[in-house]
């Protein structure tokens, strides 16, 4: 069974940097499709970046040049790098995976296993 379970989360003043991981655990190979997603308090869940093996990252207009997606297929992990910190960035940060397919689409239906999130909190 796989199982996501991120880390690296914290309180940070604005303009800090935080890196979240994503422990991929229960898949040898690891999923292909992976993204970030994050859920402003009182707000939906929305897509940070997604990154498919092999190709380049996508990542939301709104963080792009701040945020940096990457992976480490051989530790089966997940990383996002985050600078430049603002306050509305804080929220509860997940990973997800979608596994047994090789296309990576940025919208939350596409994603059937997720983490259980970690807070990232940032104060001006």
């Known amino acids: 069974q796989v199982q996501l379970k991120e880390s690296g989360g914290g309180s940070v003043q604005a303009g800090g940097s935080l890196r979240l991981s994503c422990a991929v655990t229960?898949?040898?190979?690891?999923?292909?499709?992976m993204g970030w997603f994050r859920q402003a308090p009182g707000k939906e869940r929305e897509a940070v970046a997604i990154?498919?093996?092999?190709?380049?990252?996508t990542y939301a207009p709104s963080v792009k040049g701040r945020f940096t997606a990457s992976r480490d297929n051989t530790k089966n992990t997940l990383y996002l790098q985050i600078n430049s910190l603002k306050p509305e960035d804080t929220g509860t940060y997940y990973c997800?995976?979608?596994?047994?397919?090789?296309?990576?689409?940025?919208?939350?239906?596409?994603?059937?296993?997720w983490g259980q999130g970690t807070q990232v909190t940032v104060s001006s």
């Open positions: 997800a995976a979608r596994t047994l397919s090789r296309v990576c689409i940025m919208r939350l239906s596409w994603f059937s296993i």
């Open positions: 229960g898949f040898t190979y690891g999923p292909d499709c």
């Open positions: 990154i498919n093996r092999d190709e380049p990252t």
